[in-house]
């Protein structure tokens, strides 16, 4: 069955550098990749899609890759800034329009 | 402002006892979803609706049920059935066009917390 797997490590980044996230998928290449930021106590906000046909999106300081051949997405924060500190959630949607999730990775950033 | 509501923020259950969990919308969504969510795991889709009257089982949809008798509102009853009911629950909806189905961001509300006594 399709997965989607994130890295449990918390990335801990020192402020104004550049915040590296990594959501590996398995099997078929998902139609959409979605992108979410969760704070603690809250329920996920959406950031950025990214369809299967394309290979970049940009959203002010966040950057979005589609690689499949690597069967990889891959979310950068540049210039990041302790408000960043987050939980970032991959999620691959279906043609239903279900979100299937990986586990997420907390990004802490220090000043 | 529109958004999605859930209520209770925090809620305790009793062996043997039902108890349901509100969310309403007032984005004009017609998909609505309910996942679950434990710590170090992803979330896990439990119920979802894609139009009033009419909703399907997600993943683990054992010991919930749902109702969508209105557009603005999916209430999760979790049953004395599910054996291992304490998770942080969530509720989401999203618009949804035959063309663009898969493709539209999920809004999610701030979750309920439900816990045993």
């Known amino acids: 069955s399709q997965k989607i797997e994130q890295n449990s490590e918390a990335l801990n980044i020192q402020e104004g550098k550049t915040a590296t996230l990594t959501c590996n998928y398995t099997n078929y290449s998902p139609a959409y990749l979605q992108w979410y930021r969760q704070d603690p106590g809250r329920g996920p906000v959406f950031l950025l899609l990214?369809?299967?046909?394309?290979k970049e999106k940009r959203k002010e300081r966040l950057k979005v890759t589609f690689d499949t051949t690597l069967k990889q997405s891959l979310f950068h924060i540049t210039a990041s800034q302790p408000a960043d500190s987050a939980t970032y959630l991959c999620?691959?949607?279906?043609?239903?329009?279900?979100?299937?999730f990986g586990a997420g990775t907390q990004v802490v950033v220090t000043p | 402002d529109g958004g999605i509501t859930q209520s209770p923020k925090y809620l305790f259950r009793k062996e043997g006892q039902n108890v349901t969990l509100s969310c309403e919308q007032n984005l004009n969504h017609d998909a609505m979803y309910w996942y679950r969510q434990d710590p170090g795991q992803g979330l896990r889709l439990i119920y979802y609706?894609?139009?009033?009257?009419?909703?399907q089982k997600g993943d683990i949809a054992e010991g919930y049920s749902v109702s969508r008798e209105k557009k603005e509102s999916f209430p999760l009853t979790v049953t004395s059935a599910q054996k291992n009911p304490t998770a942080f629950y969530l509720c989401?909806?999203?618009?949804?066009?035959?063309?663009?189905?898969?493709?539209?961001?999920?809004?999610f509300g701030d979750g309920t917390r439900l816990s045993i006594l």
């Open positions: 990214i369809r299967e046909n394309e």
């Open positions: 999620a691959q949607t279906d043609s239903w329009g279900k979100l299937q």
């Open positions: 989401a909806s999203s618009s949804r066009t035959a063309r663009t189905v898969g493709s539209q961001p999920q809004h």
């Open positions: 609706s894609q139009i009033v009257n009419d909703f």
